[in-house]
Every structure is written in structure tokens, then in C-alpha cells.
């Protein structure tokens, strides 16, 4: 099950699912692997939680463990769970898990500017910002730029 779906979420699907058949077993095989995602999946019913990286044979290893009942979860996933059982909040993120380009972008995006301002601020196309935001957004397991501008906020990261 992918948690990003035209018609319904991966969650609300993964509820409904197991809500009518029981016995079924949900794995999600999605490209996010942020709390906001991990968490509500494992509420919702899943019993497997893999990135789309993963080898084909994790893959299979992973449904196998769902039929005879056991969970699997990727490394990613099980970090964010251990993390939310151990101190019930987020981790703290660094700026450095953001090349200095990207804080740049970053920075540019907490003063409110748009892709076309950073782009000129910065020298480069606008193309480029939008690649940089999207590295940004994965980065900081975000859903979007006014997310990860507060975040940098809250934390600090630049001198506004």
C-alpha cells in the first residue's frame, strides 16, 4: 500500500481494509519515512513499513514476516518509532543535515521569498531552487516549504 493516492490515502485505506477484513495484512511500501507518516500508518492496521529502496529480496523477506504474522519494518521506520516511544517528541534536527545551498534556499524561503526572488538572490534558475526545496523537504521530512521555514524558525537555524 502506498500512503500517497489519488482517491484516498494510504492510512484511511490501511484502516479501512483491516477494519473490514481482519485477517488481511498491510505492508506500506512509500518513499516517506517521517513521523507524520510512519505513525499514523502503524495505528492504522499496517504490520510491514518499507521505503521503495529497499532490495527486492527485503521486499519478499517483508511479506513473508506479514503472513506468518510478524512485523517488518524498515531502519528509518523503526527510528522514528523508537524516537517517539523514547521521548514522545521529535528529534531535534541539525542544519547540517542540509548542504550549505540548501540552508541558503532555506533561508531565503524564512524571509518569504519566492522560488523566482531566490532564484535571483541566489544566481541560479528557478529550476534549480525547486530541486534544492525538494531536497529541503525530503531532508527535513517535511510536507512543505512554509513547514520546514517554521521549523528552521523554531530552532534557530538562521539569525532573523
Do not use: C
Amino acid at each position: 500500500m502506498d500512503l500517497k493516492m489519488p482517491e484516498m490515502d494510504g492510512v484511511e485505506a490501511t484502516k479501512r481494509i483491516t477494519n473490514k477484513f481482519p485477517h488481511t495484512k498491510v505492508i506500506i511500501l512509500t518513499s516517506f519515512a517521517d513521523r507524520d507518516s510512519v505513525l499514523p500508518a502503524i495505528k492504522a492496521g499496517a504490520i510491514g513499513y518499507q521505503l521503495k529502496d529497499i532490495e527486492p529480496k527485503v521486499l519478499v523477506e517483508t511479506i513473508i514476516a506479514a503472513v506468518n504474522g510478524n512485523r517488518m519494518l524498515h531502519p528509518q521506520v523503526t527510528n522514528q518509532l523508537i524516537a517517539h516511544v523514547a521521548t514522545d517528541t521529535e528529534p531535534v534536527k541539525s542544519i547540517d543535515i542540509l548542504t550549505i545551498r540548501e540552508q541558503h534556499v532555506l533561508e531565503q524561503i524564512t524571509f518569504g521569498r519566492s522560488n523566482k526572488e531566490i532564484a535571483a538572490e541566489l544566481h541560479i534558475t528557478e529550476k534549480t531552487v525547486k530541486t534544492h526545496i525538494t531536497h529541503i523537504l525530503g531532508k527535513m521530512e517535511v510536507q512543505d516549504r512554509t513547514q520546514a521555514a517554521l521549523y528552521a524558525i523554531k530552532n534557530r537555524w538562521f539569525d532573523t
